[in-house]
């Protein structure tokens, strides 16, 4: 699998040589394949700039490593149209050589693809330890003295981050009892205390500790936020239990705490969701599965190694391309715009449409198909859209339907462009705040639709068990029951049918029968206790015609009240 970096201004350098096998190439031009590369490569670069000048992130760590995969796929794709990488980017080209390489981490997808690694392994002499999100560094101590510190870089050669160590009280500048030489490996991260990555999150913490890194100086304020995971020392002995009883006796006890010996993917299980769901120091978003014996430092590559393997956190902020834009009408005649998405995966949701909320929105924000958003899942379970991560240089057109069309009181019928709204006129009336018609949702009122049994808002109440039945995947019992359901419907009370077409909220107001309250004005209803802007909603919905023609034909079959 592709390497893993987690330093996200040398993401794209790293990456270069992955291959690309899982997503089909994009149906572009030339010209179209060049404008969105550079388009998606000043983005990124903007990112960039701001980790290195002010430690800002722009975008969720998730997001950003979504976005660079995204661009080196379209660089794969269309090799003669790209823009150069970033080469001006100190770390992606530092010249200061890492005395181990850094081997990066092949991430599995699932439980069970981990199950299989072990087992190949016979599930002995492995260890996991949590998969702090912060960015790598290498340590290098002589007779027990921090000699040097280098950034990941491209796994062989890095940034000279000796000064900015020596800064970070984090980082021990002496180890004692330690052996001559010394090399460590680990994760310099932002101190969160208390932090619960189920409910926190990323919180960009990466972004955070990567940006100052990346800045000329670091200021005392910042490196106190800083803090060390060592999660390995390649130079040190042979097995574990002696690795971790070395690391104790210099002083990092606070990284063998983190560090479990596992027999199964129960034992992995267990600590994945420990470290997930209570409070760390750190954000971490996965575990790492590792041996404890490996071969020997001096053969490691700057490539993930069979040794260790990753497994993250369900993702908290997608990117998702826009397949297209949709608008739905609901029963007050509110027009929401709707994102369809190339389907992406939060925690265990698959993510297919979001909501824009309004049409301002939209507008504002301006989405068409093909442009990158961000998603997020509110409370864990509905999809969020958080922003436009940037736009296709290609701008489709939008057919917006006519706000001047829909208000509370429009489509009480089958006709163009009421689709949306009658539905959910009907989902309203056989809703729980209406006749509590039992088994009709928004599916089953779209089926009466499509067999052309409904065309008014009540024609529903004249539908018999045989017509029912003729509707497709019905089937003979269900019609019979709703059949049923429907002519119970007629004994409801006179105020669950008010509320049920859509009367506008009355509070403890007494309903006394269709004649009266139809006749009321606005006056009226002010003298009753309404303030003047319900009088005024109340007098007009009682006075539509569409309105009295349904109070007419629930007269005429002696429905109470009317």
């Known amino acids: 699998m592709c390497k ?239 690795r971790l009883a070395g690391l104790q006796a210099m002083g990092l006890a606070d990284s063998v705490t983190y560090i479990h010996t596992v027999s199964s993917i129960d034992d992995v299980q267990r600590w994945r969701e420990q470290w997930y769901r209570h409070a760390m120091p750190f954000a971490a978003d996965g575990t790492v599965v590792r041996q404890g014996h490996r071969p020997p430092a001096s053969t490691w590559q700057p490539a993930p190694p069979a040794w260790a393997v990753a497994w993250k956190y369900p993702a908290a902020q997608a990117l998702a391309e826009v397949r297209a834009v949709t608008f739905t009408v609901g029963r007050s005649g509110r027009i929401t715009p709707v994102l369809e998405l190339e389907p992406v995966e939060l925690d265990d949701h698959r993510v297919q449409r979001v909501s824009v909320g309004s049409v301002a929105r939209w507008k504002a924000l301006d989405i068409r198909p093909g442009d990158q958003v961000e998603i997020a899942l509110a409370g864990l379970t509905i999809p969020r859209l958080q922003s436009v991560v940037w736009r296709t240089q290609l701008r489709a057109e939008v057919a917006v339907p006519d706000q001047q069309t829909h208000d509370p009181l429009s489509c009480w019928h089958v006709a163009t462009g009421c689709g949306d709204q009658f539905r959910a006129r009907l989902v309203w009336l056989g809703g729980k705040q209406g006749l509590k018609l039992n088994g009709m949702g928004a599916d089953t009122w779209q089926a009466l639709i499509d067999a052309g049994l409904i065309h008014d808002l009540l024609d529903w109440m004249n539908l018999t068990s045989a017509q029912l039945a003729r509707v497709p995947n019905l089937g003979q019992a269900r019609a019979a029951a709703l059949a049923q359901t429907f002519a119970d419907a007629r004994n409801r009370p006179f105020s669950d049918w008010l509320h049920a077409l859509g009367m506008p909220p009355t509070g403890d107001m007494p309903l006394p029968d269709w004649t009266t309250l139809s006749t009321r004005s606005g006056s009226d209803w002010q003298a009753v206790g309404a303030g003047q802007a319900k009088s005024e909603r109340l007098a007009t919905f009682f006075a539509h015609p569409d309105l009295r023609a349904q109070a007419e034909r629930l007269h005429a079959i002696n429905v109470q009240g009317f």
């Not at 995969?69 to 001006?88: I, M, S, T, V």
């Not at 981990?114 to 016979?122: D, F, G, N, S, Y």
């Not at 304020?221 to 999660?231: K, S, Y």
């Open 4 to 242: 893993e970096w987690l330093l996200p201004v040398i993401f794209i350098a790293g990456l270069v040589s992955c291959p690309v096998w899982s997503q089909d190439c994009p149906v572009w031009s030339s010209t179209q394949a060049r404008a969105e590369m550079i388009a998606l490569h000043d983005r990124l670069d903007g990112w960039n700039h701001a980790y290195r000048t002010g430690g800002q992130s722009p975008v969720d760590d998730a997001v950003y490593d979504q976005a660079s995969k995204r661009f080196l796929r379209w660089r794969n794709c269309f090799p003669e149209q790209a823009p150069p990488l970033f080469a001006h980017l100190a770390d992606a080209t530092g010249n200061v050589r890492s005395p181990v390489a850094q081997t990066g981490l092949a991430k599995l997808s699932d439980g069970p693809a981990l199950a299989a690694w072990m087992q190949v392994r016979e599930n002995k002499d492995l260890w996991v330890q949590p998969k702090a999100d912060g960015v790598a560094v290498t340590l290098l101590y002589i007779d027990g003295q921090l000699s040097e510190a280098t950034s990941r870089g491209d796994g062989l050669h890095g940034s000279d981050w000796t000064v900015k160590a020596q800064g970070i009280d984090a980082i021990p500048k002496h180890l004692p009892h330690a052996p001559t030489r010394v090399v460590l490996q680990g994760e310099i991260y932002w101190r969160v205390p208390g932090h619960v990555q189920a409910s926190d999150g990323g919180i960009s913490a990466r972004s955070a500790v990567a940006g100052a890194m990346a800045r000329d100086t670091l200021d005392v304020v910042t490196a106190a936020h800083i803090g060390l995971f060592v999660w390995d020392w390649p130079s040190g002995p042979a097995d574990m239990p002696a």
